[in-house]
């Protein structure tokens, strides 16, 4: 018990099968109950969103039979933030026998994600991963491929295999045109109705089941309620609660977090990714900062100068005196530690008055020796696209001079509890893809998203679901229910409520400001100090948004600034849970780094006596105290150890 929260009851997944952990997954499909194909076409699900996880959960589903209603506020569902990822997607298919086994994925994930996963999820994660590579392949995914035609691979972060595949600097691109044509394939078939241009604003919820959900047509401004016998949350990460990160602009957690106020409980919140190889900020005019994938990791080495105060220009500083840092204290791993650890060693580093670029904030990623082992010519052919986007921005040339990278928030590990099937503490809602806390504890390992987005939607969710759906159709629902009826007035009057304060501040300087205590706060290092102050800065900016906001125009229209006041004021409420999260867990794992729990050389110190366990969130209205429910995890196979990348 605390001033800031309630302890709840725990909480346990009770879906996940005990027994030999490799036949978990094969036991709890054959247990689930079936829908025969007859059935299926009398069942409606919706689906919100349609990155990698919503479009492959879409296509999947409607290619089983289902009738699924597609939802997305991009103007194309292939225009979902899934589209930016670049470097790779990881698969235990040992192409490269170097040692890769499904159990080696299975270990370095959960290792990677320092023992806060559940090793279940991560096990059957594993699993999974070989059929995805070829369920694309078949879908045309243009993988690259070695000399003699096989697929290639890359190494990412936290692992000592070359694991990764990849599409040039394109694989989340390429790999959402296939889920987008399986998709349209379906629309053309009638069995998805896809809704672009909607953005879900509410969910609807009759007798304890999720059965609808509330949107409003960004065009028209037209609210409309839309009615189901399944809802699957596919609507992606919220690191954009940070204002800055590599996240697409619209990315936002008003989807998760309508049913978190639903009773969908929230898990992990604080784990954050923050990713080290982003292009620097270049000043306060920017609105998103640029990722420089990992898959640079593989041939550029991370360098600052030895000396704090070396202003002389890369070219000028002798070998001896650079300080190839991750190499240095880091020898097994190397360059390629993963992204938690990099990231803090970059700020060390900098806060070590040796950081590079304007105001110090930046370290070296240098091509040279790869450029001079392996020619241009081979370094332009893996990562020509990413080179030219890095001088596009910065107006230098990475083939010359290094590139100059600093840490930015990229990836929320936190998101809505799901249990093995991926349902919701809110049966009848499933969530997908980033928008669960599933699978990569408190950091996730590079080229995992997205195997995890399409692990989900393609082969866990469609055959979960089923156990759900088997029981319907559900009672037949009229738009006249009551609490339909109270769900759509509760958007039109929240939407009403930020059009009549006519304030004199925009949405983005409020995001912008609540992004800057994120960031000093609850950003790369913690503190008690700091959390307890972040909250109650949140308090304080939350309280003047709802007195001083300003939102020009009408509801009835396109309006942009209507649809950032609704993601702004959940992300307002995220971030105190954030942080609130981020207080009550007073130990370092992975992307949470508590300053008071380190190791004499400065490493994350687990506690893992106290903290072992998923930190899952009941909703209280901004004037309560949120309740914790702990879901203890156990580790059968993996036990947890220091984790060292030495
Ligand atoms: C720059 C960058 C590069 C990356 N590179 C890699 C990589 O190389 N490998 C890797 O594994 N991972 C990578 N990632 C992470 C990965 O891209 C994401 O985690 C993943 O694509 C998320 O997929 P998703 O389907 O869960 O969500 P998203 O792709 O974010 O899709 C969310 C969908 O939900 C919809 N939506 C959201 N809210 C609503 C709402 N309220 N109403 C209606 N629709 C809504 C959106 O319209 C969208 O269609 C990268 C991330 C970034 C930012």
Known sequence: MSDLWNDGDPIADTAAPDGPIETRWERRKFGAKLVNPANRRKLTVIVVGTGLAGGAAAATLAEAGYHVKSYCYQDSPRRAHSIAAQGGINAAKNYRNDGDSIYRLFYDTVKGGDFRARESNVYRLAQVSVNIIDQCVAQGVPFAREYGGLLDNRSFGGTQVSRTFYARGQTGQQLLLGAYQAMERQIGLGNIEMNARHEMLELIVVDGKARGIVVRDLVSGEITTELADAVVLASGGYGNVFFLSTNAKGCNVTA?????????????????????????????????????????????????????????????????????????????????????????????????????????????????????????????????????????????????????????????????????????????????????????????????????????????????????????????????????????????????????????????????????????????????????????????????????????????????????????????????????????????????????????????????????????WEYADPDGKPTLHKEALDFEYVHPSTRSYK
């Open 256 to 616: 998760s977090w309508r049913a978190h106020r639903k009773g969908a409980l929230f898990a992990n919140p604080c784990y954050t990714q923050i990713h080290p190889t982003c292009i620097p900020e270049s000043g306060t005019h920017q609105s998103k900062l640029t990722l420089m994938s990992e898959s640079l990791r593989n041939d550029g080495r991370v360098w600052v100068p030895a000396r704090a105060g070396d202003h002389r220009a890369p070219g000028d500083i002798p070998e001896d005196e650079r300080d190839y840092y991750l190499e240095r204290i880091y020898p097994s791993f190397g360059n390629l530690v993963p992204r938690d650890i990099a990231s803090r060693a970059a700020k060390n580093v900098c806060d070590e008055g040796r950081g590079v670029g304007p105001g110090g904030l930046g370290v070296y990623l240098d091509f040279a020796d790869a450029i001079g082992r392996l020619g241009r010519p081979a370094v332009e052919a893996k990562y020509g696209n990413l080179f030219e986007m890095y001088q596009r921005i910065t107006g230098e040339d990475p083939y010359l001079a290094p590139m100059r990278i600093y840490p930015a928030v990229h990836y929320t590990m936190g998101g809505l509890w799901v249990d093995y099937d991926l349902q919701s503490t809110i049966p009848g809602l499933f969530v997908v893809g980033e928008a669960n806390f599933s699978d990569h504890g408190a950091n996730r390992l590079g080229a995992s998203a997205l195997m995890q987005g399409l692990a989900d939607g393609y082969f866990v969710l469609p055959a979960t679901i089923g156990n759900y759906l088997a029981a319907g159709p559900f009672e037949k629902l009229r738009d006249d229910h009551p609490a339909v009826v109270d769900a759509r007035a509760s958007v039109r009057k929240r939407l009403d409520r930020f059009l009549e304060i006519d304030g004199d501040r925009t949405v983005d300087s409020f995001h912008r400001e609540l992004g800057h205590v994120m960031w000093e706060y609850c950003g790369m290092e913690r503190t008690e100090e700091g959390l307890t102050k972040a909250i109650g800065l949140i308090r304080g900016l939350r309280d003047e948004f709802w007195q001083r906001v300003k939102v020009p125009g009408v509801g009835e229209q396109l309006n942009q600034n209507l649809e950032k006041a609704g993601r702004v004021a959940d992300f307002f409420e995220l971030a105190e849970l954030m942080c609130i999260d981020a207080l009550h867990r007073a130990e370092s794992a992975g992307g949470h780094f508590r300053a008071e729990s380190q190791t004499p050389d400065g490493e994350a110190l687990r506690h893992d006596d106290r903290f072992s366990y998923v930190a899952a």
